[in-house]
């Protein structure tokens, strides 16, 4: 599995969506839906570490110096 740490989050997320629709024609035989169903499992442990990864980002880039959150607005395409 170690090819999915160098895939990106939409690369991997791409890559979930093919595994569904293989998954559910159900043209596949047993032993390859179980392989490509333990490579979903890995994939969407990928994932979610990616997702928390993000999600603290931006925690900290929203945090206030006194280290209360505060609310903002992402910038715009405009503004970074």
Known sequence: MQEK????????L??????VRLLENGKTSLEDSLSVFEEGIGLVKYCNEKLTQAEQRVRVL???EDGD???ADFPSHDQV
């Open 69 to 71: 959150m505060q609310e």
């Open 5 to 12: 740490n160098n895939k990106s989050f939409e690369e991997a």
């Open 62 to 64: 929203l945090q206030g």
């Open 14 to 19: 791409g890559r979930l969506e093919d595994i």
